[in-house]
């Protein structure tokens, strides 16, 4: 299994794990095509996520790069698409090298094809 892959899986297996510990029900997609990686539910409120990762160190400055963007290709080309209003309510984003999770609302994420994350500004009691 290349690295992407993996930490893709690991990423949304700990962001289930983490929610499931917080009381929430969790539910995961079969297409692989949603806007959304899974949905939580808690107290009658429906939440659908959008789960990142990085593998990366951290940069210069201590932010970690996060690519927002998702590249789609078909038989002539590739499709870049960024973060759309209403694709999804919650991003939550795993840095592997903190075992960490920061979960962002859409808003802002929205049109982004980047994010520098700096785990001191984070909060991550957003659900």
Same mark, same amino acid.
């Given at each position: !299994?290349?690295?992407? =892959?993996?930490? #893709?899986?690991?990423?949304?297996?700990?962001?289930?794990?983490? *929610?499931?510990?917080?009381?929430?029900?969790?539910?995961?997609?079969? %297409?692989?095509?949603?806007?959304?990686?899974?949905?939580?539910?808690?107290?009658?409120?429906? +939440?659908? @996520?959008?789960?990142? %990762? =990085?593998?990366?160190?951290?940069? =210069?400055?201590?932010?970690?790069? @996060?690519?927002?963007?998702?590249?789609?290709?078909?038989? =002539?080309?590739?499709?870049?698409?960024?973060?759309?209003?209403?694709?999804?309510?919650?991003?939550?984003?795993? @840095?592997?090298?903190?075992?960490?999770?920061?979960?962002?609302?859409?808003?802002?994420?929205?049109?982004? #094809? !980047?994010?520098?994350? +700096?785990?001191?500004?984070?909060?991550?009691?957003? *659900?």
């Amino acid at each position: !299994m290349d690295i992407k =892959t993996q930490s #893709g899986q690991v990423s949304e297996l700990k962001v289930m794990a983490d *929610l499931a510990a917080r009381g929430y029900h969790i539910f995961n997609q079969i %297409s692989g095509k949603a806007p959304f990686d899974i949905i939580a539910y808690k107290d009658n409120v429906l +939440k659908r @996520i959008s789960i990142k %990762s =990085t593998i990366r160190d951290c940069n =210069t400055v201590g932010k970690y790069p @996060i690519e927002l963007r998702r590249v789609r290709s078909n038989k =002539t080309s590739n499709n870049i698409y960024k973060i759309e209003e209403g694709e999804f309510d919650i991003l939550a984003v795993y @840095i592997f090298k903190k075992d960490k999770i920061i979960y962002l609302p859409i808003e802002s994420v929205i049109g982004k #094809g !980047m994010i520098n994350i +700096k785990l001191e500004d984070c909060q991550s009691g957003l *659900l």
